[in-house]
């Protein structure tokens, strides 16, 4: 990976990503995996993943200039994480959001 990962966009915390290649559960019969990266800040928990490597970090990395836009799909995704009972950390993130997170005091 030639890119390097940014802070977290909500608490400003150190980053850290797990590539898991594809692969087989044997003794549970599941399907194949396909594998994925995931990249997780080590502060506050947020994530992300994707396919690959790259598309993990293009996606961790790229940040909205637009927090009316960030604070809408918070929103909609705290509903989705009412089910898991994650909803207060998505609350959490949407009020640093409305302060103007961490990319209001830095340059990232």
Request: proline letters at 5%; glycine letters at 10%; hydrophobic letters at 30%.
């Amino acid at each position: 990976m030639s890119e390097e990962l940014k802070p977290c966009p909500f608490c400003g915390g150190k980053a850290v990503i797990e590539v898991i290649e594809p692969h087989r559960h044997i003794i549970c019969k599941m399907p194949v995996y396909k594998g994925g990266a995931f990249i997780e800040c080590t502060e506050c928990g947020c994530a992300i993943s994707g396919e690959t490597e790259t598309e993990a970090t293009e996606k961790w990395n790229r940040r909205m200039n637009d927090p009316e836009k960030v604070v809408k799909q918070l929103e909609e995704y705290r509903s989705e994480m009412e089910q898991f009972g994650c909803d207060g950390i998505v609350t959490d993130m949407i009020e640093i959001v409305k302060g103007g997170g961490v990319d209001a005091k830095t340059d990232s």
